[in-house]
């Protein structure tokens, strides 16, 4: 009967093993005014890959009265030998009240050096920044 | 007497290219409406220290004199194309240079390796665009 459980419990601590494979790690900043979220990132890329996520913002719903519009500026640095350097960069309205998922893409040269590249996804609210980061090593050609 | 200064001078020449030591590379392209040089940013750099240089645009002169807008970046390359180090626009007339300074500082960590900055510059429909490659050893 021990041993029946014990199995059991080896084979169910095998099959979530399995199942759990970190392919990203995301990240999430939450301030006074809105939250965002980075997700889907993969940690490793090979150059000519295109490295795909996606970005949530989310502005809570006043208390009450109407719901205004945001300005929302959201840019993409990575870090270089010389500091940060900007990738991307977009603005554009959003209703408080609502989430707004952005699909990142970020495609990488054929010729990338290998290494360990720091991204970093900067929002900005009515004054407020936010920002969230992503680690992903770019390796040999496969 | 008229051959032995040539000489003299010739030998002269001769002995200042072998002493000038460039420090640093400069590097300018010229288009139709303007030129954009590069100057002053070392050839090597040790991690954990600061780079300067300028980047100079000249508005080539013009029948009637015409103010126009610049816009310039100076991009560094990544594995993510080309990034945004720094950015700015002004307004210049024909016939006039202006020049910027920059001082950019490498990381104490950085690899090393040699790096490219690339200095670009618009006006109306001209892009012009120069690289300076820059080596950067560990932190001494």
């Known amino acids: 009967m021990r041993n029946t459980a014990l199995s059991l419990f080896a084979a169910f601590l095998m099959t979530l093993t399995f199942a759990v494979a970190p392919a990203s790690a995301d990240d999430a900043a939450t301030g006074q005014r809105f939250s965002v979220s980075l997700q889907g990132l993969s940690d490793f890329a090979a150059p000519g890959d295109e490295l795909e996520g996606q970005l949530s913002i989310t502005i809570p719903a006043p208390q009450s009265g109407v719901r205004p519009k945001k300005q929302v500026f959201v840019t993409a640095t990575v870090v270089t030998p010389f500091g940060e350097a900007t990738i991307f960069n977009s603005s554009f309205r959003m209703t408080a009240g609502q989430t707004r998922t952005i699909p990142l893409s970020f495609p990488i040269e054929e010729d990338a050096a290998p290494g360990l590249y720091r991204i970093k996804i900067g929002v900005t609210i009515d004054g407020e920044s936010l920002s969230v980061g992503h680690e992903v090593e770019v390796g040999g050609k496969r | ?140």
Do not use: W
């Open chain 2, 1 to 140: 007497m008229r051959t032995t200064l040539l000489s003299l001078f010739a030998t002269f020449l001769i002995a200042v290219s072998f002493t000038t030591v460039p420090v640093s590379a400069a590097g300018s392209a010229v288009g139709e409406t303007f030129v954009l040089s590069v100057e002053g940013f070392p050839d090597s750099a040790a991690a954990g220290t600061t780079v300067s240089g300028k980047i100079s645009i000249t508005l080539l002169d013009s029948i009637r004199a015409v103010t126009r807008q610049v816009s310039f970046t100076i991009t560094s390359e990544t594995p993510f194309g080309e990034a945004v180090l720094k950015s700015g626009t002004f307004t210049m007339t024909s016939g006039q240079t202006r020049t910027v300074s920059f001082t950019l500082p490498i990381a104490g960590d950085a690899r090393p390796g040699t790096y490219t900055l690339r200095a670009n510059a618009t006006i109306v429909n001209e892009t012009l665009s120069v690289d300076h490659a820059i080596d950067i050893a560990g932190k001494k």
